[in-house]
């Protein structure tokens, strides 16, 4: 048999195993009839029907190439993985100085535009890699992978002051994100000038975020690395404006943005009883854990009352459903990142002289989000609708564009960088980086996880510096400071509220 021909899996009865030239292309069509609908309508959206539908095929004919949505969707994971994989393959040496930056420049146009070639399947690879389908274990098998090629890379490159591993988590969480971000905003009409929200300004196209992605990288990888390394960029990063210190620094005027509007509170469970505020606090929390655990789409209510102790008659008393309760705690959320940034807001301008603050805040911030998973996964999806879960995916994601500044206070570097980008990173280090430890380490205590988000912040210079971590690689000495350090595992075994 030829390696070229296409194996087709048993059907409902006794057929060839081969699949000839017209059912390549009708396994083809299903292929790409999918890919089409995961963008319009989402993973989550779409259903075989569907797919065989559109694909003017029958649901028997589909399942004779596929067993189900989940096993195309892989098939399409490997193939842009595989791309991912040839290209790191490629890089360059990397190091401090301009040949280093162009091939660091240069790998990150190429991840770039793998990304947009695959786009479709990038924005759902984030929105499908929640807990409780067949999709997980593939990805989690394939970024370790990444991961690791990435690491070997970094070694060889002599890079200091952060344990490879945990660079490459680092990078890969930083880059995956943004270009995530830049993909996910381009159908809300932001990729053209004037048309983003009030405050986001012009749209940032994908060479202008690579340049600025590459600075921020080179710098977490090389904190020293001389600014004139950057001058090759010359293109329309931030102009620099002479100081009084003489120093050449870069910066664009920030948003004119103060705090994010609150989400209207949901007042609902505002006037219960004692004990009724116990027993809803329960099927809140029972909520968390079973959201991240299993992702929202894949929980139900049955699991959801398993978990806090109750019957389902309990839980139908103080919600409609399964939404109700998501959006219950999207409120909760919402406010506890508006209080979290209140606290940043005020300790913003004392963060030269006292670090310490910001390493107590992100203590705060980094636990929320492992805590809250299960729900900002729900928002990444964009599904399901409701006109509260939209309003806090509108507050969200004005915040990562604008936050930064708003929170901080305008910011000026050595290095071009645009704040809008800085802000984009400040956030998605903050919420995503501590995510893909405990994804890649379940076990990994939190202050070691705060310890290195404050590290990467700091050799980015996107926070002042809080202490001598060049001094010894961030998790080199793990074992010792978990004998101390409060662990936080993932799944199941979330911190219980």
């Given at each position: 048999?030829?390696?070229?021909?296409?194996?087709?899996?048993?059907?409902?009865?006794?057929?060839?195993?081969?699949?000839?030239?017209?059912?390549?292309?009708?396994?083809?069509?299903?292929?790409?009839?999918?890919?089409?609908?995961?963008?319009?309508?989402?993973?989550?959206?779409?259903?075989?029907?569907?797919?065989?539908?559109?694909?003017?095929?029958?649901?028997?004919?589909?399942?004779?190439?596929?067993?189900?949505?989940?096993?195309?969707?892989?098939?399409?994971?490997?193939?842009?993985?595989?791309?991912?994989?040839?290209?790191?393959?490629?890089?360059?040496?990397?190091?401090?100085?301009?040949?280093?930056?162009?091939?660091?420049?240069?790998?990150?146009?190429?991840?770039?535009?793998?990304?947009?070639?695959?786009?479709?399947?990038?924005?759902?690879?984030?929105?499908?890699?929640?807990?409780?389908?067949?999709?997980?274990?593939?990805?989690?098998?394939?970024?370790?992978?990444?991961?690791?090629?990435?690491?070997?890379?970094?070694?060889?490159?002599?890079?200091?002051?952060?344990?490879?591993?945990?660079?490459?988590?680092?990078?890969?969480?930083?880059?995956?994100?943004?270009?995530?971000?830049?993909?996910?905003?381009?159908?809300?009409?932001?990729?053209?000038?004037?048309?983003?929200?009030?405050?986001?300004?012009?749209?940032?196209?994908?060479?202008?975020?690579?340049?600025?992605?590459?600075?921020?990288?080179?710098?977490?990888?090389?904190?020293?690395?001389?600014?004139?390394?950057?001058?090759?960029?010359?293109?329309?990063?931030?102009?620099?404006?002479?100081?009084?210190?003489?120093?050449?620094l870069w910066s664009v005027p920030a948003p004119a943005t103060?705090?994010?509007?609150?989400?209207?509170?949901?007042?609902?469970?505002?006037?219960?009883?004692?004990?009724?505020?116990?027993?809803?606090?329960?099927?809140?929390?029972?909520?968390?854990?079973?959201?991240?655990?299993?992702?929202?789409?894949?929980?139900?209510?049955?699991?959801?009352?398993?978990?806090?102790?109750?019957?389902?008659?309990?839980?139908?008393?103080?919600?409609?459903?399964?939404?109700?309760?998501?959006?219950?705690?999207?409120?909760?959320?919402?406010?506890?990142?508006?209080?979290?940034?209140?606290?940043?807001?005020?300790?913003?301008?004392?963060?030269?002289?006292?670090?310490?603050?910001?390493?107590?805040?992100?203590?705060?911030?980094?636990?929320?989000?492992?805590?809250?998973?299960?729900?900002?996964?729900?928002?990444?999806?964009?599904?399901?609708?409701?006109?509260?879960?939209?309003?806090?995916?509108?507050?969200?994601?004005?915040?990562?564009?604008?936050?930064?500044?708003?929170?901080?206070?305008?910011?000026?570097?050595?290095?071009?960088?645009?704040?809008?980008?800085?802000?984009?990173?400040?956030?998605?280090?903050?919420?995503?980086?501590?995510e893909a430890m405990v994804a890649a380490e379940p076990d990994?205590?939190?202050?070691?996880?705060?310890?290195?988000?404050a590290t990467v912040l700091e050799r980015a210079h996107l926070?002042?510096?809080?202490?001598?971590?060049?001094?010894?690689?961030?998790?080199?000495?793990?074992?010792?400071?978990?004998?101390?350090?409060?662990?936080?595992?993932?799944?199941?075994?979330?911190?219980?509220?």
């Amino acid at each position: 048999m030829s390696e070229n021909e296409i194996l087709r899996r048993a059907s409902y009865g006794p057929t060839s195993p081969v699949v000839g030239a017209r059912g390549s292309r009708t396994r083809t069509r299903i292929v790409d009839t999918a890919l089409a609908l995961f963008e319009s309508q989402g993973f989550h959206g779409t259903s075989v029907d569907d797919i065989a539908k559109a694909a003017e095929v029958s649901r028997a004919t589909l399942y004779q190439y596929f067993e189900s949505k989940e096993q195309i969707f892989v098939e399409l994971l490997e193939e842009c993985g595989g791309a991912l994989m040839r290209v790191v393959r490629r890089i360059g040496p990397l190091e401090p100085g301009e040949l280093g930056f162009d091939n660091l420049h240069w790998w990150l146009g190429e991840w770039a535009w793998v990304y947009d070639r695959y786009a479709t399947m990038f924005v759902q690879w984030a929105n499908v890699s929640s807990p409780g389908t067949a999709i997980p274990p593939l990805v989690s098998r394939f970024s370790a992978a990444y991961r690791e090629r990435i690491a070997q890379r970094l070694t060889s490159s002599g890079v200091t002051g952060l344990a490879a591993a945990d660079a490459a988590l680092a990078l890969t969480a930083l880059v995956s994100s943004c270009n995530y971000t830049r993909h996910a905003d381009a159908p809300l009409g932001r990729e053209h000038p004037g048309t983003g929200p009030a405050g986001r300004g012009t749209a940032m196209g994908t060479d202008y975020l690579t340049d600025n992605l590459a600075v921020l990288v080179q710098l977490i990888l090389f904190p020293h690395t001389p600014v004139s390394v950057f001058a090759q960029l010359g293109r329309e990063i931030p102009t620099p404006r002479p100081p009084s210190t003489g120093e050449r620094l870069w910066s664009v005027p920030a948003p004119a943005t103060g705090p994010l509007p609150a989400l209207p509170p949901d007042g609902r469970l505002r006037q219960l009883s004692s004990r009724a505020t116990v027993t809803v606090r329960r099927l809140l929390d029972a909520g968390i854990r079973c959201f991240t655990e299993k992702g929202y789409h894949q929980c139900s209510v049955d699991d959801i009352v398993t978990e806090a102790g109750y019957a389902r008659g309990t839980f139908y008393k103080y919600f409609d459903e399964k939404l109700d309760l998501l959006v219950a705690l999207s409120g909760e959320a919402i406010e506890t990142i508006t209080e979290l940034d209140g606290r940043l807001r005020r300790i913003g301008p004392a963060l030269g002289s006292d670090p310490a603050q910001l390493r107590s805040w992100l203590g705060d911030a980094v636990a929320f989000h492992l805590r809250y998973l299960g729900v900002t996964r729900a928002w990444l999806d964009r599904r399901p609708c409701h006109p509260r879960l939209d309003a806090a995916r509108r507050l969200v994601g004005e915040r990562l564009h604008t936050g930064y500044t708003a929170l901080l206070g305008p910011a000026r570097w050595s290095h071009p960088l645009d704040p809008r980008v800085a802000s984009i990173a400040f956030f998605t280090l903050l919420e995503r980086l501590p995510e893909a430890m405990v994804a890649a380490e379940p076990d990994r205590p939190l202050a070691e996880i705060v310890d290195l988000v404050a590290t990467v912040l700091e050799r980015a210079h996107l926070c002042p510096q809080s202490g001598p971590h060049d001094s010894q690689p961030a998790g080199a000495d793990r074992d010792s400071a978990r004998a101390d350090a409060t662990s936080v595992p993932s799944g199941r075994h979330l911190p219980r509220p």
